[in-house]
């Protein structure tokens, strides 16, 4: 079961889209457990997350896991963003199924590939 957060996560994701132009880093990762794939778009300015957008085939966890990572990483500093790991996302969405692991891991690994071009 989805807690509150995950489910507007779902139905009314925020960040949804891919951003282009100069300076625009971007991420992909697959979930290895269904085969699902998110794309995580990132533009810095100033140290900081200035804009971020994501895209994902999947499921309900997979949009819920890659909106609320968009959300956590809009605006961060870029050290704090770097330091985004799994756990931050599923306790930001807690209670997170255990089946739905491989959607938070795929968020936080697209995440992480576009943040290693900053």
């Known amino acids: ?19 282009a132009g100069p300076g ?21 300015a100033g140290g900081a997350v200035a ?16 909106s609320a990572t968009a959300a956590w990483l809009a605006g961060k500093p870029l050290d704090d963003a770097r330091a985004l790991d799994v756990a931050t996302i599923e306790r930001l969405l807690a209670p997170w199924p255990d089946a739905k692991k491989g959607c938070t891991a ?8 576009a943040l290693a071009q900053t």
Do not use: Q
Request: aromatic share 4%.
């Open 106 to 113: 795929m968020a936080v690994a697209a995440a992480r590939a």
């Open 51 to 66: 804009e971020v957008a994501f895209a994902s085939d999947g499921c309900a966890g997979a949009i819920a896991a890659c």
């Open 1 to 19: 079961m989805y807690s509150p957060l995950a489910m507007d996560h779902f139905l009314r994701p925020r960040h949804v889209g891919k951003l």
């Open 24 to 44: 625009v880093v971007s991420g992909v990762a697959t979930n290895t457990d269904c085969g699902d794939t998110a794309r995580i778009t990132l533009r810095a």
